[in-house]
C-alpha cells in the first residue's frame, strides 16, 4: 500500500472516531440539577401541582421515593371548584409514572372537614386526587401553572 493511502484511511478512521466521540457527548445527561417541577414533568404530572415555594427536594431514582420542602407552610385554591388546601412544610410521597402515592403533607377542606390527599393518578388528560377511599377527577390543564401561597388559616397537619 502506498503512505498516501493508509495515510488518508488513517485520517478517515481518526475523522469517524471523533465524530462519534462527539454524538456521544451530545447523549450523555446533563449535569444540570433539575427541579421538583422537573421531575414530576417527567413522570407525567402538570408542574402546577406543587405550589411556586419549593426550596428543596430530594427523590430516589429506584424507588421513587421523596421528599421536598417548601420556603414555610403554604394555603392555595384548588381549581376549578376553590377548595381550600394546605400544603405542609414538608411533603412526601412515592413519584412513580403516573401515580403520586404514600402522599403526605397536603390537605383539602372539603363538606368543613380537612381531608389529607393520600395519592394523585394521570388519567390521560385528567387527574384524580385520591382522599381515603373517595377520590375526584379534574383536568390536568387545570394544574399547568403553580399557584401563589396565600396566608394560614388552620393548624398543620
Same mark, same amino acid.
Given at each position: 500500500m502506498s503512505s498516501k493511502l493508509i495515510l488518508s484511511i488513517f485520517s478517515c478512521l481518526l475523522l469517524l472516531g471523533q465524530s462519534n466521540a462527539e454524538a456521544?457527548?451530545?447523549?450523555? /445527561?446533563? @449535569?444540570? !440539577?433539575?427541579?421538583a417541577y422537573d421531575e414530576l414533568q417527567r413522570k407525567g404530572f402538570p408542574s402546577g401541582l406543587?405550589?411556586?415555594?419549593v426550596a428543596n427536594y430530594s427523590l430516589d431514582n429506584s424507588s421513587g421515593h421523596f421528599s421536598l420542602q417548601l420556603q414555610r407552610r403554604c394555603d392555595i385554591i384548588?381549581? /376549578?371548584? @376553590?377548595? !381550600?388546601?394546605?400544603f405542609s412544610e414538608e411533603i412526601k410521597g412515592r413519584l412513580t409514572e403516573g401515580y403520586i402515592q404514600d402522599l403526605s403533607g397536603i390537605?383539602?377542606?372539603?363538606?368543613?372537614?380537612?381531608?389529607s390527599i393520600t395519592g394523585i393518578r394521570s388519567s390521560g388528560k385528567d387527574l384524580v386526587f385520591?382522599?381515603?377511599?373517595?377520590?375526584?377527577?379534574?383536568?390536568?390543564?387545570?394544574?399547568?401553572?403553580?399557584?401563589d401561597?396565600?396566608?394560614?388559616?388552620?393548624?398543620?397537619?
Open positions: 456521544e457527548s451530545l447523549e450523555e /445527561p446533563s @449535569n444540570i !440539577p433539575s427541579t406543587l405550589p411556586n415555594s384548588l381549581p /376549578p371548584d @376553590n377548595y !381550600p388546601a394546605s390537605r383539602v377542606r372539603v363538606f368543613f372537614t380537612w381531608w385520591e382522599v381515603g377511599v373517595a377520590s375526584a377527577k379534574y383536568p390536568s390543564s387545570n394544574f399547568d401553572e403553580s399557584p401561597c396565600k396566608g394560614s388559616s388552620h393548624p398543620s397537619s
